[in-house]
């Protein structure tokens, strides 16, 4: 059962990193922080360089790829995910320190919450 939810898990984790990341990067949604309109312009509302944009964008894609990828071979789900759990947490205090309403930290949350889930599975 807890092996069936951390595929199920891993899938969803992989297709909104994705999705984020590789389809609506440059489209404005609810959830951007500051007023930023792009993925882009949200990590410069955060004070971050392009730099940090291409590295969390480099980590997160590749996250969600070996998740996929962790479904034929578990051994790389354990540390996608706790990366995951990482970035998230920073995602989160990046939230925070814009003064951003909570509603905008909810999908970070949701990221955070299922990647804590696959790493706590992993381990038990």
Same mark, same amino acid.
């Not at 792009?38 to 730099?51: I, N, P, Q, T």
């Not at 949701?110 to 599975?121: F, H, Q, W």
């Given at each position: 059962?807890?092996?069936? $939810?951390?595929?199920? @898990?891993? /899938?969803?984790?992989?297709?909104? !990193? *994705?999705?984020?990341?590789? +389809?609506?990067?440059?489209?404005?949604?609810?959830?951007?922080?500051?007023?930023?309109?792009?993925?882009?312009?949200?990590?410069?509302?955060?004070?971050?360089?392009?730099?940090?944009?291409? $590295?969390?964008?480099? @980590?997160? /894609?590749?996250?969600?790829?070996? !998740? *996929?990828?962790?479904i034929? +071979?578990?051994?790389?789900?354990?540390?996608?995910?706790?990366?995951?759990?990482?970035?998230?947490?920073?995602?989160?205090?990046?939230?925070?320190?814009?003064?951003?309403?909570?509603?905008?930290?909810v999908?970070?949350?949701?990221?955070?919450?299922?990647?804590?889930?696959?790493?706590?599975?992993?381990?038990?």
């Amino acid at each position: 059962m807890t092996h069936t $939810l951390s595929l199920i @898990l891993q /899938v969803i984790l992989s297709l909104g !990193l *994705l999705n984020v990341w590789l +389809v609506r990067a440059g489209s404005g949604t609810a959830y951007r922080g500051g007023s930023a309109n792009s993925l882009k312009e949200e990590f410069h509302a955060y004070g971050l360089s392009d730099g940090i944009f291409y $590295l969390v964008g480099f @980590l997160k /894609v590749s996250c969600a790829i070996a !998740l *996929l990828v962790g479904i034929w +071979v578990p051994s790389l789900v354990l540390p996608a995910a706790a990366v995951l759990v990482l970035l998230m947490l920073g995602a989160l205090a990046m939230h925070v320190k814009v003064g951003d309403p909570p509603k905008k930290s909810v999908p970070a949350f949701l990221m955070l919450a299922m990647s804590s889930a696959v790493v706590a599975i992993s381990l038990s």
